[in-house]
């Protein structure tokens, strides 16, 4: 699928660009040029209207210059989730009526909610998850970037994480899961992209205080690293220095990092029960460092579904990204 432009159109086929004279594209034609399944253009066509002006002889219709951009401009509004068929009312360049048109307006401006899923089963959610899915499910990298930071801009990391980009990931693993491994090249794809627009949208570098940095790190056997990512992103932007080690780091690098920094905090993220271990968590809150009479111990967070049920004496264990950033910005800030 060829690259969008910021305001939503193919770049090198706007107007139709490429649509040869004359005769026109078949179906099978115009379905690969937008990325989609031929059904989906005869769907379109059937439903809402959205089939070539003019007609040619023979069973084959053919899509002229036009034709293709009206069909590029129904992949772009349905990509930010829009409903089909009011999609197709602004393809075709009609007024919505008033109801609708207040309902298109909302999905943009305001938290409104969907229980559509294009394909995934979301649940009650924002609307943007529905357009996040769907980029993501046709593996278009230019749609899917520019909605991830979208909705950064517009809720903030905290809220998009929790309420945009979450919800999407746990739809597309209920739906890898219950499909035979199917999907998988879809949260892959998803999660890149998320670590992506976290690398754009977070500062370079964060001016180092003595004894308020935050070391995060997943435990021994956990390669799950994308909601640590996101804290790192999220402490980042609100100036706390964060020395970030990504996956199954080994004990004895655990220890020497937070050795060598000399940490506030120390974030452990585990994803999964197998890889929670309340002794080393227990163990990294009794490091000590600095001079006799004056010795200090990092304040330990364990982080992830995999501590759950798994009290750790002396360590903190938050609700959700929110509350780890209050409370590491409250322990980097003494």
Same mark, same amino acid.
């Given at each position: 699928?060829?690259?969008?432009?910021?305001?939503?159109?193919?770049?090198?086929?706007?107007?139709?660009?490429?649509?040869?004279?004359? %005769?026109?594209?078949?179906?099978?034609?115009?379905?690969?040029?937008?990325?989609?399944?031929?059904?989906?253009?005869?769907?379109?066509?059937?439903?809402?209207?959205?089939?070539?002006?003019?007609?040619?002889?023979?069973?084959?219709?053919?899509?002229?210059? %036009?034709?293709?951009?009206?069909?590029?401009?129904?992949?772009?509004?349905?990509?930010?989730?829009?409903?089909?068929?009011?999609?197709?009312?602004?393809?075709?360049?009609?007024?919505?009526?008033?109801?609708?048109?207040?309902?298109?307006?909302?999905?943009?401006?305001?938290?409104?909610?969907?229980?559509?899923?294009?394909?995934?089963?979301?649940?009650?959610?924002?609307?943007?998850?529905?357009?996040?899915?769907?980029?993501?499910?046709?593996?278009?990298?230019?749609?899917?970037?520019?909605?991830?930071?979208?909705?950064?801009?517009?809720?903030?990391?905290?809220?998009?994480?929790?309420?945009?980009?979450?919800?999407?990931?746990?739809?597309?693993?209920?739906?890898?899961?219950?499909?035979?491994?199917?999907?998988?090249?879809?949260?892959?794809?998803?999660?890149?992209?998320?670590?992506?627009?976290?690398?754009?949208?977070?500062?370079?570098?964060?001016?180092?205080?003595?004894?308020?940095?935050?070391?995060?790190?997943?435990?021994?056997?956990?390669?799950?690293?994308?909601?640590?990512?996101?804290?790192?992103?999220?402490?980042?932007?609100?100036?706390?220095?964060?020395?970030?080690?990504?996956?199954?780091?080994?004990?004895?690098?655990?220890?020497?990092?937070?050795?060598?920094?000399?940490?506030?905090?120390?974030?452990?993220?585990?994803?999964?029960?197998?890889?929670?271990?309340?002794?080393?968590?227990?163990?990294?809150?009794?490091?000590?460092? %600095?001079?006799?009479?004056?010795?200090?111990?990092?304040?330990?967070?364990?982080?992830?579904?995999?501590?759950?049920?798994?009290?750790?004496?002396?360590?903190?264990?938050?609700?959700?990204?929110?509350?780890?950033?209050?409370?590491?910005?409250?322990?980097?800030?003494?």
């Amino acid at each position: 699928m060829s690259a969008l432009t910021e305001n939503g159109e193919h770049r090198g086929d706007r107007d139709g660009e490429g649509v040869p004279p004359g %005769g026109g594209l078949t179906t099978g034609e115009v379905a690969r040029r937008l990325g989609v399944a031929p059904t989906t253009v005869r769907t379109w066509d059937r439903r809402y209207g959205l089939g070539p002006d003019g007609h040619t002889g023979g069973r084959h219709r053919r899509w002229t210059a %036009g034709d293709v951009a009206r069909l590029e401009r129904m992949c772009a509004l349905t990509a930010t989730g829009l409903p089909p068929a009011e999609a197709a009312r602004l393809a075709r360049g009609e007024e919505p009526p008033a109801v609708a048109r207040g309902t298109a307006a909302g999905a943009r401006r305001s938290p409104s909610r969907s229980r559509a899923g294009s394909g995934l089963s979301l649940g009650d959610v924002r609307q943007e998850c529905k357009g996040v899915a769907r980029a993501a499910l046709r593996l278009d990298a230019a749609a899917l970037d520019r909605l991830l930071l979208d909705a950064i801009t517009e809720h903030g990391l905290v809220a998009a994480w929790t309420e945009v980009i979450v919800p999407t990931l746990q739809a597309v693993g209920r739906k890898w899961e219950t499909s035979g491994e199917r999907y998988v090249e879809v949260e892959h794809f998803l999660s890149w992209h998320v670590s992506g627009v976290l690398r754009r949208t977070t500062p370079d570098t964060v001016a180092d205080r003595p004894g308020s940095a935050v070391v995060l790190a997943c435990v021994p056997g956990e390669n799950h690293t994308l909601a640590l990512e996101v804290l790192s992103a999220a402490l980042a932007q609100r100036g706390v220095p964060v020395r970030m080690f990504g996956g199954a780091l080994p004990v004895e690098s655990l220890v020497a990092a937070v050795r060598r920094t000399g940490p506030a905090a120390v974030g452990l993220w585990a994803q999964s029960r197998t890889t929670a271990s309340r002794p080393l968590a227990q163990h990294v809150a009794g490091l000590e460092w %600095g001079v006799r009479g004056a010795r200090r111990k990092p304040v330990v967070l364990t982080l992830g579904p995999g501590w759950a049920g798994q009290a750790v004496a002396g360590a903190v264990r938050p609700t959700g990204l929110a509350g780890a950033v209050a409370v590491l910005e409250s322990v980097a800030a003494r």
